[in-house]
């Protein structure tokens, strides 16, 4: 018979092995379906490696990728920490590039120093604005959190799309729902010449040491802990509760909302409504394989990211599909969920007779 | 002549981690026996049974059971439904009940076969009230669990597991929920029962309801089985020394002073869809230098009285007033600053962050604090720190100060809570069973500190269902029945329990 039992306590090496083990292993079982695709294995992988690490461009290409992910990570793993499940990232990003192209079109204008701050800050607050009314609604009423903030993007998303055809649509755009573009002294900056890389990447890389010094070592943090943990408890020792939830909706998603900041200031330049192939929703993730640490999520990002582009380098060089990328994503993070149930507890196999020792 | 064995356990061992619950226990059970499990909580008790019952898994050891042809058979182990097949009855101390389904459904429960298409519900039925006339066990079997009080969900239990014909009944602390009045029913019935040839476990800490209706008492002290004796020979000094390993005595209370009103509530009514959560116009004054016990059987208000003092709910009429002053809008928080401590009931669910360490914990309450935060930064240096001297002072023992506090037990969670509401210096304590699932040792230290705090000028509000606690703690003593608080005037044990079911002495 099999017996599931509590581990005591486990080891920090061992909640940081897991992750890394966890993502080999999900390399490994892709195996499988790549075989079935008639892929040669280790060519394949070996052309997913390069397809990352091979070229300076690939590398900032990862970049990239990675940072929306770092973004949209951070934003799910602040609002799971506090046991809020905000599944709405996608929807905040979308609300987070309108208020740019809002604010960054033309409205106003002024030196780089004055619009990219402001960019970012009317992208943040859209964003936040995404969050909390899922929020309020919760704390307000108990509605479910998970269900508001994810019907929400779909909401969000058609609203973007009404929006692109109408007032914020480019006159330029020859029919094209687009909106008009970033000028060039609110775009971010990019960090190399001729390549694709910009300064968003360094804002998201700040947030994440501010989220985790914010969580490790802030009276706010340590709320944030508590209600996650045990809102009980929390309320009873005083600790106002649904302020923190409503203080965390925001933060999270005006995290999110940087994202779409990034993407539409930093890479693309406008708004269209395929800004985002998903990285809401992969940044819960990012943020699960993370284990909800801030730093954690920056490894994380960087490695679905570099699974994504080498997917894509490797399903061009070998024929197979670039979907590809999303199981081994998704491989990882049912190895890594299956990994963190060992280390909590063991499985002891008995005998049918297990009492005669 | 002895009658026959009808149960063995053979050297059970059960370790949890590096804890060993239960080392090689052997025990014996009569046919027609009522065995009592005595220890402290944490002694084993419960492990012990239900490894019996298959619950858990022991790593060494047999069940053996003998059936009524004389033949002994082992049970596997781990495995509930083999002890149920070998007629073996458990009636856990929380209640395995599903409280929309009517009583009758719940006896049933498991005892049909998934795919059958007729319930033979009238046999069923017939067979209960056979069984409820055998034992004196009267409950309602048409209306739904949530609708029945303590004692009768607690028949339903008993009925459950003879309506499966056990032969085996084992009863985990049958009577820490109920009144004097009702676990005195409780004897008779199993007594009637017993007479009929079931066979008993109870496991209890209750010194003097195991001399009154046992014939055996096994004693377990830190999973080890430390004696064992008829109850015709034993006495309580005797089985309380094997229990705790050592004499102890319960503090003494010495006169003191009472002040100034601390704690008053006027004509306090909350009014709330559960009964339990409701109170209906209760005055209560705490002053300075008292301890008010208010005694009484759980779900009748106690918690709605806590979660006042606590902020936790507001009143819909009355007033609260805290050394005088009205209180208008309590919130934990406005609590806390206005010097009341809160020892929570549940102190695993409403006193600790289980996953944040001791010393998080320790400063849970006043974060706000200057040497707990500056600008908004925790102190880390100065948290620890303080963390080390209170688990010095308070004797909090577990791993340490940066420990998960989820690793403490149960005893040491409530001290690490008496630090953080003691070092406060509190005007109002409430305790809220603080006591509750503590061993002798740790509910002494309980009982001393709380005795401390009433010397230094506290007035305490103690809200416990163990009678003989109230009895050696309080100076004035309340029941509550309910929603109502009464005064009960009297240290009379069978006068109070009358309250307590709410009959007027």
Redesign the interface.
Known sequence: MMMIEPRGSISKRMQTAIPVIAAFVALALAALPLAFAGAPIFPAYWQMFIGVFGSVFSFTEMLTRATPLIFTGLAAALAFKARLWNIGAEGQLYLGAMGAVAVGTGLIDGPAVLMIPLVMLAGAAAGAAGMLGPAILKTRFGADEVVTSLLLNFIIIIFVQMMLEGPLKDPMSMGWPQSEPILDNAALPRLMDRMRIHSGLIVALVAAVIAQIALSKTTWGFKIRAVGENAAAARHAGIGVNRTLLGVACISGALAGLAGVSEVAGLKGYLTTDLSPGYGYSGIVVAMLAGLSPIGVVIAALYVASVFVGADSMSRAMGVSSFLADLVVSLSLISVLIGGFFARYRIRFTGKAGAKS | MENPVILTLGGLTKR???VIANDAIDLTLHQGEVLALLGENGAGKTTLMNMLFGHY???????EIIGEDGVAK?L???NAQAAIDARIGMVHQHFTLAENLSALDNILLGSESLWGIRRNRRAARAKIEGLMQDSGLIAPLDEKIGALSVGERQRIEILKALFHDARVLVLDEPTAVLTPQEADSLFLALRKMVANGLSVIFISHKLHEVLAFSDRIAVLRHGKKVGELTTADADKTQIASLMVGEETALPEREFCETGAPVFELTGVTVQRENARNSLNNVSLCVRSGEIVGVAGVSGNGQSALAQLI???TRPDSGTVALAGDVVTAP???S??KARVG?I?EDRH????????TVA?NLV??R??DDD??RH???R?GAISDHADDLIKAYDVRGPGAQA?AA?LSGGNIQKLILARVLEKEPLVILANQPTRGLDFGAAGEVARRLMEARKRGAGVVLISEDLDEVLSLADRIVVMHDGELIEAGTRDRAAIGLLMAGQAA
């Open positions: 949890f981690g590096d898994t022991p790593d060494a050891g047999y069940v082992r596997p182990a781990g606590s902020g936790l919130t934990p928080k609590m806390i809160r929570p669910h409403d006193g600790v962050v289980g996953s944040m998080e849970l309450e974060l706000g707990v935060q908004g930064f925790l880390k998960r690793l």
